[in-house]
């Protein structure tokens, strides 16, 4: 039988110390919070009224209960005040020495059989625990903030917690409504070790200049269905805690330079730009603590000044290709207004993009997405060809062919010679560098990048790749083009993966390097990042979707790019791809699909 917790501690009641007291005095348990000082133990109290009020407000909590729930709350300076509590949680900024002098005295001050945890995200249980005459009873808890509200719970064990004392923390979990994954003592657990990687990734993208904050962070949410965009995420942690852990995981983790903080991380924390709690952070905030986003000198022209500087007009759209990727493109085109002319190579294919195209607008019917009007109107505007030469009067050519830089550069070279000059040639390779496609024109001005997203018709949003050949006002008319697409167009440079593949499949590999080195399971991994960072899928999930091969091609192009020793592939993907084990479509990747 699971141990009995009938009344815990929390010492530290900031915003995460305060959100622990609330989640276990909504579930019944008597808790003891203890602050350094009066005005710190008032803060606290104040955090917990604003919460709960808040719960009240809107409905997820009644009068009775909050009333009931602060009635289980004893607010107490000093540690004395835990001497007959069954647990303490600590929950104190993350500094070793801080935990190490707070363990030591709960160590004197607590009965001898109560256990003691740390809420640390990055710090070392293990050196933590030395402090005490009781390493076995100490135990990490890692809740998510905001605590009340996050579902995941990352419970960690050292080389010398006694099993009893995680099984009882384990069942507390579970009275608590929590999802637990029990790991062992490595710098950055599961989420962190996963998350602040990349997050460390988007600030050297910033601070290289590659792409403005709103579009590293429009990428993110667009392109991967993140709640939050990396910097925007930084400045809700706080950037002073992101270097820390950090610091603490490039130190603790085998030195990996991904985790090494990026030297801006640095000069904004001395420069006391922390984020939402000091009102600027990678953006400014209507004032400290707050969530509303504020313009500042940093902040784009509305997108009508950004289109008017130069965008050429563009009526009629050349689409060049056959795949899945040409049909959504060209319905997407057609439905906005735009007259298209679809090329592919030879009627039979043309046949069959035309009935794709067909069956997709057809279904926008029945789902009431469009009217029946509207996809007659739509399709008028299509004609369909099999040769090069009827693109000779369009104003944009979108080329989706197959992903081998011969072909696209051969097909560049055609349309050199047909085109008309000032005409925007645009190539949706997702893998290839722009810049060797444009140069096999004479106008390498005139040729982006226009990434889409599959599926087309869906997908928001669009990376606009510029080449250091690529002139501003065709970089402006590709944004424009996305503007009237109903699409986000975010612009970056010309580099492996661009903004989403460069800063997602890093993080992919990682999570299976993690599962490689046996330190969690596929499901402990997916549940920790879905139910404690919100992503919508595990990263083994996303993997199964994208497939195997198609991962291990793009993070081969990210390696051979930067040459960084992180970004080599994991040798766990390059063995399942070799032993075709490629996700959903071979029905076996990570996980078994063949009974679904």
């Not at 955090?47 to 808040?54: I, K, N, Q, V």
């Not at 709960?106 to 009781?134: G, K, Q």
């Not at 809740?143 to 050292?158: D, G, I, Q, S, Y």
């Amino acid at each position: 039988m699971a141990r009995e917790f009938s009344t815990v501690g929390v010492v530290g009641l900031g915003t995460m110390g305060a959100g622990i007291v609330e989640v276990f005095a909504r579930n019944g348990i008597d808790v003891v919070a203890v602050e350094i000082s009066e005005p710190a133990l008032e803060r606290g109290r104040a955090t917990l009224s604003g919460s709960t009020d808040r719960a009240v407000a809107k409905g997820k909590l009644a009068a009775a209960d909050r009333d009931a729930l602060h009635e289980r709350v004893h607010f107490a300076v000093g540690l004395d005040a835990l001497h007959s509590v069954d647990l303490v949680i600590e929950a104190v900024p993350e500094h070793l020495d801080l935990k190490q002098r707070i363990f030591a005295e709960l160590d004197r001050v607590c009965r001898p059989e109560a256990i003691l945890a740390t809420n640390t995200s990055s710090l070392s249980v293990t050196e933590i625990s030395v402090a005490t005459t009781r390493p076995n009873q100490v135990i990490g808890i890692h809740f998510f903030n905001p605590a009340p509200v996050m579902k995941l719970v990352e419970v960690v064990r050292t080389v010398v917690t006694a099993p009893e004392v995680v099984a009882d923390v384990e069942a507390l979990c579970a009275r608590l409504g929590k999802v637990d994954v029990t790991i062992n003592d490595r710098a950055g657990f599961i989420a962190n070790a996963l998350l602040f990687g990349y997050l460390n990734h988007a600030v050297g993208m910033f601070e290289s200049h590659y792409a403005t904050r709103e579009d590293i962070d429009a990428a993110m949410k667009l392109g991967c269905g993140l709640p939050m965009g990396p910097l925007a995420l930084m400045d809700l942690i706080g950037l002073d805690t992101a270097y820390e852990i950090l610091d603490t995981m490039y130190r603790r983790g085998g030195r990996d330079r991904r985790h090494a903080p990026v030297p801006l991380l640095k000069q904004m924390v001395t420069a006391g730009l922390l984020g939402r709690k000091s009102g600027r952070g990678f953006y400014t905030y209507e004032r400290p603590g707050s969530p509303v986003v504020v313009p500042d000198e940093a902040t784009p022209p509305a997108a009508e000044a950004a289109l008017a500087d130069g965008a050429r007009a563009i009526a009629k759209v050349g689409v060049v290709g056959s795949g899945t990727m040409a049909t959504g493109i060209i319905e997407v085109f057609a439905k906005a207004g735009y007259e298209v002319v679809s090329v592919t190579r030879g009627a039979e294919k043309s046949a069959k993009v035309c009935e794709a195209v067909k069956t997709s607008l057809n279904k926008g019917v029945v789902r009431g997405k469009l009217t029946e009007a509207d996809r007659d109107a739509a399709l008028g505007r299509i004609s369909w060809s099999a040769t090069l030469d009827h693109l000779a009067d369009v104003d944009l050519v979108v080329e989706a062919v197959v992903e081998e830089l011969s072909v696209k550069k051969a097909l560049f070279a055609s349309l050199d010679e047909i085109c008309k000059p000032g005409v925007v040639l645009a190539t949706t390779t997702s893998s290839l560098p722009v810049i060797d496609v444009a140069m096999a024109t004479q106008r390498p001005a005139d040729v982006v990048g226009l990434h889409f997203f599959n599926p087309a018709p869906v997908m928001p949003l669009v990376e606009v790749v510029r080449t250091i050949r690529t002139s501003p006002e065709a970089t402006a008319t590709a944004r424009a083009v996305c503007a009237a697409l109903g699409k986000t167009g975010v612009v970056c440079g010309d580099r492996s993966g661009f903004i989403v593949n460069a800063l997602l499949f890093p993080y992919l590999n990682d999570a299976v390097r993690m599962l490689e080195a046996s330190y969690s399971t596929a499901d402990d991994i997916d549940h920790a990042m879905k139910l404690g960072c919100g992503y919508p899928m595990g990263p083994f999930e996303l993997l199964d979707v994208v497939g195997l091969d198609v991962s291990l091609a793009i993070q081969r192009e990210l390696y051979l790019e930067l040459r960084e020793p992180g970004f080599a592939p994991a040798p766990l993907l390059e063995h399942l791809v070799t032993a075709g084990y490629l996700g959903r479509k071979t029905r076996r990747g990570f996980r078994d699909h063949s009974h679904r």
